[in-house]
């Protein structure tokens, strides 16, 4: 994720009173069917599901159901202060599809970018894939295997993200690492990535209501004091006209919580613990602008394959993670990666630790990916082990620029790296495409997971 304003997180304070559950909505995970590998064309079906992220849920109080935050304020006298707030307010149950647009068939998982339901506009939603047992997240060392997935964007147009990614949270979604956390995975919660996002209501159990803001130009999200900050590794951000896969890393393990510089935000950008920009592989920015889209080599049009395999320096699990190989799938025909073409930059079609330093040094880009440990560190985060999530979204940071069109926008386009994608300067524009776009969707089926060229 590469928005230039951090989302924003959650407060670390502890008490005696935890994040409470609800129980006026049922909570009830839909299905969603993966394929373990252990060969080529052995792999057995495996039972799991979806569980959505606390932060969408309805918050309302223990007592009834009087709202706790409403647009992007939160409720003065239900929560005058953490503590007190998360002693009162209960996040509840989910009704995936009616509310938010979430539907699963077999291996199918289809998000729905707006959904009117019966007492709200949603817009967007994020999903993380729960264990077999239904209780914590599935978690993936990805070193030395590959990860396969379908996807058909062909309703997902400029401006959004169907994105597929991992980060490193808690299995439990911090449970019990924070005890005052009484809702755990089952709700979605604990969620952090490397743009230490301050928007979530609720960190570890407590509210995030310290120096809380609304957002300007967002109806439904604010920011709090801390953000939640862990490595990531998105495996897929695209839309039907972009795509992109990026390792980003932390200098810390696990899900940590930020304050102030940390968490990178502004001007500090590079001075917190995450590393913001990744080290990105996009076709099109990478100089290949006949590749991914409509009608082009992977026509996005139709649904399609997309392999992507982490090596590591000795082909076995134990090994550090050396490169990120990309291939796609189409119609039975197996498609390689695009080769970068940019004057200055080597050829590359896979992301290396020397890729990602060339690439940084053609574009004029600030090499934090490097400064805090490039591909080890991501290897390392897989080591603990990563939740996968899946989600659809609009920027109303950056208008997605940075995925689909000129980005930044300050420069001439005609610079290395600066030119993404085909898209225009205001087709990301949320008041815009919530409208006008509401329709989309993002459709994830038939993931597989296994050793090295044993998914396709």
Not at 29 to 53: A, E, M
Not at 170 to 187: H, L, Q
Not at 218 to 223: F, H, K, Q, T, Y
Not at 261 to 285: L, P
Request: proline share 4%; glycine share 10%.
């Amino acid at each position: 994720m590469f928005p230039a304003v951090s989302l924003l997180a959650f407060s670390l304070l502890a008490t005696v009173y935890g994040q409470q559950i609800g129980t006026l909505t049922a909570e009830n995970h839909p299905r969603l069917t993966i394929q373990q590998c252990s060969g080529k064309n052995n792999c057995q079906t495996q039972q799991h599901s979806v569980v959505l992220d606390s932060n969408w849920r309805w918050l309302h109080s223990t007592s009834g159901s009087t709202n706790c935050y409403t647009g992007n304020t939160w409720d003065a006298s239900l929560c005058p202060d953490p503590t007190t707030c998360a002693q009162n307010c209960a996040v509840d149950g989910a009704d995936y599809a009616g509310t938010y647009g979430i539907t699963t068939s077999g291996n199918a998982l289809t998000l729905k970018f707006v959904t009117q339901g019966p007492y709200s506009k949603n817009i967007g939603s994020r999903v993380y894939l729960m264990d077999a047992n239904d209780q914590n997240y599935q978690m993936f060392n990805m070193k030395n295997q590959e990860f396969t997935f379908d996807v058909d964007m062909s309703n997902l147009p400029c401006g959004l993200n169907g994105a597929l990614y991992f980060v490193e949270m808690d299995a439990d979604g911090g449970k019990s690492r924070f005890p005052t956390n009484k809702a755990g995975a089952k709700y979605g919660t604990g969620y952090c990535d490397t743009q230490c996002p301050q928007d979530i209501k609720f960190i570890n159990g407590q509210a995030n209501i310290l120096g809380w803001e609304g957002s300007p130009n967002d109806p439904n999200a604010g920011s709090g004091q801390f953000g939640t900050c862990c490595n990531e590794m998105d495996v897929w951000e695209a839309n039907m006209n972009g795509a992109a896969f990026t390792p980003h890393v932390c200098s810390v393990q696990g899900q940590t919580r930020c304050e102030g510089t940390q968490c990178g935000d502004g001007d500090e950008r590079y001075d917190g613990i995450c590393d913001k920009d990744g080290c990105d592989f996009n076709s099109f920015r990478m100089g290949d602008q006949t590749f991914l889209g409509p009608g082009k080599t992977v026509n996005t049009n139709q649904k399609f394959t997309v392999v992507t395999q982490f090596l590591t320096n000795n082909n076995q699990t134990s090994g550090q993670l050396s490169e990120i190989r990309r291939l796609y799938v189409q119609n039975g025909k197996v498609i390689a990666n695009s080769k970068t073409n940019i004057p200055g930059l080597p050829t590359f079609d896979s992301i290396t630790d020397a890729f990602c330093n060339a690439q940084k040094q053609v574009f004029g880009d600030t090499n934090t990916f490097e400064q805090l440990g490039g591909l080890n560190q991501m290897g390392q985060a897989f080591q603990r082990g990563m939740a996968l999530v899946m989600s659809i979204w609009d920027d109303h940071a950056a208008g997605m620029l940075w995925l689909d069109s000129d980005y930044p926008t300050d420069v001439p386009a005609t610079n290395p790296g600066v030119s993404r994608g085909p898209c225009s300067a205001t087709s990301g524009d949320p008041a815009t495409i919530e409208n006008s776009e509401a329709n989309a969707s993002v459709t994830f089926s038939n993931i597989k997971v296994g050793p090295i060229g044993s998914t396709y």
